[in-house]
């Protein structure tokens, strides 16, 4: 695979400074112990937990702190088209020749759960809804970051359309690899939160999540599921590929 990672920045500095905000505060609040934390999680360190399972307790406590400090209105940085990264990284659990072969003709967007229209959708319908672009920074965890330019309906239209339970705790999705992925319902509502269609102008290219992927600017690039086949709205804890492997879930600002 060619080397198409920039270098350099990580984190924009209202990101940064936004989680040394949210650091601070946990901190002030008068440095919890180990003990403390794990109770607050549900794990009480009877015989039977590992070290292990008291971390896991303790990343998704702090999942649900940074849930409570997100603030549904900020909205990501946005750049000029002059800004935007060429060529663009790819990035995957697998090398590039291994991306989806996806049937256009057949494809179908799968809609479950806690919707009123279960019926599944094409690409030339999902086309005829309202649409919008951005232009915004990717910010991949292992240390790169790209501006792109994405284009789709914003989720909350879709999920407004097919009559989804907008108090629902979660929206999931899987993909045509192995890849799964969910974010919460204020991160599904909030207005730079697309169902992409397009990559610079065009329809999304086979690495780039063809034929639809979820752009997510306020988290990081591993909330944004590529080549997506299935959308579904659940008050049950849906998990991700990389989350289940320990990032955590929230990830964002
Ligand atoms: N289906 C699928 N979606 C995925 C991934 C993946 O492996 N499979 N990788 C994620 C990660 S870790 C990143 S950083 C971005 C990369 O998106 P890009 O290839 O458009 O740069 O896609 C995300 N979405
Ligand atoms: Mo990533």
Known sequence: MPDRKP???????????????????????????????????????QDGDTFDKVLWAMSRWNDRVQGWLFQPGRLAPTYAA?????????????????????DLSTWRLEVSGLV????????????KLPQASQITR????????????????????FLQHVGADLTARYVGFKCADRYYGSIDMPTALHPQT???????????????????????????????????????????YPGGYWEDQGYNWFSGI
Not at 12 to 29: D, F, G, I, N
Not at 207 to 236: C, E, Q, W
């Open 7 to 45: 270098q350099g920045l990580v984190l924009e500095p209202a990101q940064r400074s936004a989680l040394h905000r949210a650091q601070r505060r946990l901190l002030l609040r008068g440095g919890l112990s180990l003990g403390a934390l794990a109770m607050m999680s549900g794990c009480n360190m």
């Open 138 to 157: 990717l910010i991949c965890i292992e240390g790169w970051s790209a501006i792109g330019q994405w284009s789709g309906i914003p989720l909350k239209t």
């Open 194 to 236: 697309i169902l992409t269609l397009d990559f610079a102008g065009a329809p999304l290219p086979a690495d780039y999540g063809m034929p639809l992927r979820l752009r997510v600017p306020t988290k990081l690039g591993f909330k944004n599921p590529k080549h997506i086949m299935a959308l579904f709205v659940s008050n049950s």
């Open 116 to 127: 009123a229209d279960k019926k599944a959708w094409t690409l030339e319908d999902l086309r």
């Open 82 to 102: 002059a800004d935007i990264t060429d060529p663009f990284p790819f990035n995957a659990y697998y090398p590039e020749y291994s991306v989806p072969d996806i």
